[in-house]
């Protein structure tokens, strides 16, 4: 077919479809008018009644228009489950831009001051919490939880909040943290691992008062849990249930001859992953929590007595 018969052959069935609703209503509407009449005018009446083939020429006429309507329906809702397949389509692919753009502009270090709204917000937000840590005292943790997040928490008796503390286990000899010696090689520093023992026995004692707060206040329920394993503090690892964890390292040392060999972190940058920004970041949460439950699984309950003493045996000196 040429192009003009077919342009015309378009043109022909788009004229169709836009005068068909108006004749159609024009000639239904004439059968009613004469049907109307013959039921008064009996001579009408008489013409029309042995007429059964134009009865069933008419109902053809109403089935066909019934099924036209039918089809013009059913093209309808066809046409809407497409565009709802597509408006489903065109927002998956949004979501996945805006969840890559999020990743892209994610700040690369996140100050560790930061952690402070981090957990207030969630503890307001959740009635069910877990947060547990991997550091050095557990000072910059404990510090803003016992100061000013959970004592500033509403009343909620239904509320449960889980801190787990894993530290390094200082009741043993350990050379970092130490003191670093004349020849320059670092050694044990038993005066400094007694003071952090101290420091961290302090740390679990403000913790522990808070859950007693709480529970006495009828904000809900705070279990505390500190463990210890024999390792230098060089990693740090703060988790929000398992959704969400923030990693860092303790960057900083600086002894000067004969000085104290004392990793400091607390102004370095962590690092933000969330199981909502990627398959990236969702296995790196998976890996970092697999990381902490296992050293978690080995770690004793923190004691400030040396594990050898409490046997009977001798002691680090």
């Known amino acids: 077919m040429s192009d003009a018969g077919s342009s015309w052959t378009r043109r022909l069935a788009a004229g169709w479809g836009r005068a068909e609703p ?3 209503r024009l000639f239904l509407f004439a059968v009613f008018v004469v049907g109307l009449v013959a039921q008064f005018v009996k001579p009408v009446g008489d013409a029309l009644q042995d007429k059964v083939y134009l009865g069933g020429a008419l109902l053809t006429v109403v089935g066909y228009v019934l099924y036209a309507e039918v089809q013009r329906l059913n093209a309808g809702h066809s046409e809407q489950r497409q565009a709802e397949a597509e408006l489903q389509s065109v927002t998956q692919r ?18 560790p001051t930061a952690l402070e709204a981090q957990f207030k917000d969630v503890l307001e937000r959740e009635e069910h919490v877990t947060i547990s840590m991997l550091g050095f005292t557990g000072e910059t ?17 239904g509320r449960t909040i889980a801190l787990r503390v894993l530290l390094p286990d200082f009741t043993k ?24 023992v101290r420091r961290i026995a ?21 279990r505390v849990e500190f463990r210890v394993l024999h390792m230098s503090p060089w990693l740090k690892l703060y988790f929000i ?5 923030y990693e860092g390292i303790y960057d900083k040392v600086d002894p000067s001859g004969g000085h104290v060999l004392d990793p400091q972190g607390y ?8 199981k909502d920004d990627g398959d990236e970041a969702r296995e790196i949460v998976k890996r970092r929590v697999h990381l902490f439950d296992t050293l978690w699984k080995c770690a004793r309950t923190f004691t400030t007595e040396c594990p050898a003493r409490r046997r009977g045996g001798r002691g680090s000196p």
């Open 22 to 24: 108006t004749v159609t």
């Open 173 to 196: 000899e350990i050379e970092c943290p130490g003191r670093v010696g004349a020849d320059g090689k670092a050694g044990d520093a038993p005066g400094f691992r007694a003071s952090l």
């Open 202 to 222: 302090t740390h679990e004692e403000w913790l522990k008062d808070q859950a007693e707060r709480m529970n006495r206040n009828g904000r809900g329920t705070l």
């Open 241 to 245: 249930n398992e959704d969400v964890v």
């Open 94 to 111: 949004l979501d996945e831009d805006v969840r890559r753009l999020n990743q892209a502009l994610r700040p690369r270090g996140v100050p």
């Open 141 to 157: 943790f404990a510090d803003p939880l016992v100061k000013r997040i959970l004592p500033g928490l509403p009343q909620g008796a």
């Open 267 to 274: 102004d370095s940058l962590l690092t933000r992953w969330a």
